[in-house]
Structure formats: C-alpha cells, structure tokens
C-alpha cells in the first residue's frame, strides 16, 4: 500500500444513530429527526431499523438544508418489519448552510411505533 491511512479527526467514517418514537404521526405528516448536522458532513450511506408502523403506512427520510431543498435520503414502506442499509451518492453539507433530517410519513395511514436511522457520514471539512 503506498498511501496510509488517515488517522485524524477529519476523514474517519462515523454512524450517528437516531431512535424516534412515532406516536400515530399523521398520513403526510412530517417530524424533524435531527438538526442542524454541521457544515463539513459529508453523508455516505442510511441503515434502517423499521418495525410494522400501522397499516398503509411509508415513511421517507430527507435531509432538508437551509434554503429547505430537501435531498431524499431513503423511501421505505412500514406495513411490516423491515431492516437495510442503502449506500447513497455522497451528500456533502456546505455553502447552503446546516441541515436537519426530516422524517415524513408517505402511506395514507397513520404511523405509530418506534424507527432507528443510522447515518453513515464522515467528517470532511468545510
């Protein structure tokens, strides 16, 4: 191997785990998982851990910058028991400022139980 491996702060891959406990969340409905993930992340991948949330019900997860573009992260139905890890193209935090992570329930039934995203990100720099 001619290049060694980075042993600083910046460029490790990390997973930051969010557990969110919907209490019968609305068909359309919205909730902000996570704010403000700094400028300098750059998110790599999504793992999910969804049990069955309810009948007709889908959620989908988005990261959602400053200017409210919102960038979808992952799409998955909830009418059962589900797990799964999605590599994404690298989304990189930067000139349009912080970014929150925005659940929506997408069925058109309401979803009650509890969800574990897990952002796979490193920490580039800004």
Request: charged share 15%.
């Amino acid at each position: 191997m001619k290049k060694p491996f980075y042993k600083g702060a910046q460029g490790n891959f990390s997973l930051h785990t969010i557990t969110v406990a919907l209490v019968a969340l609305a068909a359309g409905a919205k909730q902000t998982i996570e704010e403000m993930l700094p400028i300098g992340t750059e998110i790599v991948g999504i793992r999910h851990i969804t049990p069955n949330l309810g009948a007709l019900t889908a959620i989908k997860i988005e990261a959602v910058d400053a200017a409210s573009t919102a960038t979808e992260l992952l799409t998955v139905a909830t009418t059962a028991a589900d797990t799964g890890v999605t590599p994404l193209k690298r989304l990189y935090i930067g000139d349009t400022g912080p970014s929150d992570i925005v659940l929506t329930n997408t069925g058109t039934g309401a979803a009650t139980g509890e969800v574990q995203i897990e952002l796979e990100y490193r920490f580039k720099g800004y």
